[in-house]
T-cell receptor, first 115, second 107 residues
Framework: GAGVSQSPSNKVTEKGKDVELRCDPI?????LYWYRQRLGQGLEFLIY??????PDKSGLPSDRFSAERTGESVSTLTIQRTQQEDSAVYLC???????WGYGYTFGSGTRLTVV | DAKTTQPNSMESNEEEPVHLPCNHS???????IHWYRQLPSQGPEYVIH???SNVNNRMASLAIAEDRKSSTLILHRATLRDAAVYYC????????FGSGTKLNVKP
């Protein structure tokens, strides 16, 4: 596709339920990041995928959070037993190749509201 | 990972140049300096990046200090559409975002 696509764009869920967020990166992009952005705050790193290497999960805030990526395509971020503090916009970004000189393209995010 | 320091907010008049500063005193020799901006209700958008030399593109210019411990994003003529949060990021092992500078452009 032309850009990074995230779905759903908005999600309202009840506390304690599981949610799955999807990111479709730009075709051929090997590097993919997930970030969380709480209202009025900056971006918080969650997880990073680079090709077939083991993902960097050091930013995941708890074991309720997990993410997968199939090869160099779609990635899903799963939050189990959601809590109200999980309410935020979840952003995905991808890059053609991981390299310090390459920029990233971001999706528009999924706004998650836990009630 | 190296951190960046930016002013929380800045204000500019439309049609005037804007200089957005960023301090990164702990930058390593291989860290690239990236700038992104985030318009309201959108994901961040790439603006410009550089390593040592000043850089220009259609959106902005990036001036990098000789010691690389600071940089300045220059918008040559601010428009109302440039109102956004501007993030200065050091691209090393990871891609960490700070709190950014909220730019307000007055008509």
């Amino acid at each position: 596709g032309a850009g990074v696509s995230q779905s759903p764009s908005n999600k309202v869920t009840e506390k304690g339920k599981d949610v799955e967020l999807r990111c479709d990166p730009i075709s051929g992009h090997t590097a993919l990041y997930w970030y969380r952005q709480r209202l009025g705050q900056g971006l918080e790193f969650l997880i990073y995928f680079q090709g077939n290497s083991a993902p960097d999960k050091s930013g995941l805030p708890s074991d309720r959070f997990s993410a997968e990526r199939t090869g160099e395509s779609v990635s899903t971020l799963t939050i189990q037993r959601t809590q109200q503090e999980d309410s935020a916009v979840y952003l995905c970004a991808s890059s053609l190749i991981e390299g310090w000189g390459y920029g990233y393209t971001f999706g528009s995010g999924t706004r998650l509201t836990v009630v | 990972d190296a951190k960046t320091t930016q002013p929380n907010s800045m204000e500019s008049n439309e049609e005037e140049p804007v200089h957005l500063p960023c301090n990164h005193s702990t930058i390593s020799g291989t860290d690239y300096i990236h700038w992104y901006r985030q318009l309201p209700s959108q994901g961040p958008e790439y603006v410009i990046h550089g390593l040592t030399s000043n850089v220009n593109n259609r959106m902005a210019s990036l001036a990098i200090a000789e010691d690389r411990k600071s940089s300045t994003l220059i918008l040559h003529r601010a428009t109302l559409r440039d109102a956004a949060v501007y993030y200065c990021i050091l691209k090393g092992n990871k891609f960490y975002f700070g709190s950014g500078t909220k730019l307000n452009v007055k008509p």
